[in-house]
């Protein structure tokens, strides 16, 4: 199996060296991932300036390529500036849950989505940040539920999110809106923006959200096409 990694917190994410351990008992392992932070940049790409790609060393003989650009950029340069063919794209692990709305604005999904663009079946993997460092230690868990049950054969896309001392894991849909956002002014004409988890996520057990704080690993098939198919069908001969 050939493996390609991003991570969206950047090159230097503390985590990012340990998933590149635990993938090397799968395959053979690519690490490309953003020269600096890039939370938020869902699947934006940059193709009207040049990129700034450099091979470095991540840890003691472990290597990747610092590309000067977004996660789905990462796996472009990966599928096609390397010109190699993977079986499979990790991305995370995310420092803080991709779950519900947040889903489209994740770099973290984003890798994935644009991986699947490319043909190439894909993981997202996130946490808690309190979590981070521990939660490596889940990934033999959440590989053996993708194996055993053969999740790859129903769906090319997953979205995991891993609590802390998670209870088991749970097949999930997204949820809704799992933050409250707001502007707020800084000073002049400066805002920020800044938000609250929500604390009523409706009962739903099979969301993401409410499985993840119900500690279980939510585990989302994801799809990237936006058609909506159910309406495509019932207005295709119009």
């Known amino acids: 199996m050939k493996i390609l990694i991003t991570n969206d917190d950047g090159i230097r994410s503390p985590v990012l060296p340990l998933l590149a351990r635990w993938a090397q008992q799968l395959g053979e392992v690519t690490v490309a991932a953003p020269k600096v932070e890039q939370s938020g940049k869902s699947q934006a790409i940059h193709f009207s300036r040049e990129i700034e790609i450099t091979e470095m060393e991540i840890a003691p003989g472990l290597t990747g390529y610092a590309v000067?650009?977004?996660?789905?950029?990462?796996?472009?340069?990966?599928?096609?500036?390397?010109?190699?063919?993977?079986?499979?794209?990790?991305?995370?692990?995310?420092?803080?849950?991709?779950?519900?709305?947040?889903?489209?604005?994740?770099g973290t999904c984003g890798a994935i989505f644009e991986g699947a663009r490319l043909g190439v079946k894909g993981l997202a993997l996130s946490t808690d940040p309190a979590n981070l460092m521990h939660a490596p230690e889940m990934l033999d868990r959440v590989w053996e539920f993708l194996s055993k049950n053969?999740?790859?054969?129903?769906?090319?896309?997953?979205?995991?999110?891993?609590?802390?001392?998670?209870?088991?894991?749970?097949?999930?849909?997204?949820?809704?809106?799992?933050?409250?956002?707001?502007?707020?002014?800084s000073k002049g004409h400066m805002y920020v923006q800044s938000g609250d988890i929500r604390k009523d996520?409706?009962?739903?057990?099979?969301?993401?959200?409410?499985?993840?704080?119900?500690?279980?690993?939510?585990v989302t098939p994801l799809i990237a096409t936006r058609t909506e198919m159910a309406v495509f069908e019932q207005l295709k001969d119009l």
């Open 150 to 185: 053969r999740l790859y054969d129903h769906n090319p896309l997953y979205n995991v999110n891993i609590p802390e001392s998670p209870k088991g894991l749970r097949i999930t849909k997204q949820g809704g809106m799992f933050f409250c956002d707001t502007f707020i002014r």
């Open 68 to 106: 000067d650009s977004t996660p789905a950029d990462c796996v472009r340069f990966g599928v096609l500036g390397l010109q190699q063919k993977y079986d499979l794209i990790l991305s995370g692990i995310n420092r803080g849950y991709n779950l519900g709305d947040d889903i489209v604005y994740s």
């Open 201 to 218: 996520t409706g009962s739903d057990p099979t969301t993401d959200i409410n499985a993840v704080r119900a500690g279980l690993i939510s």
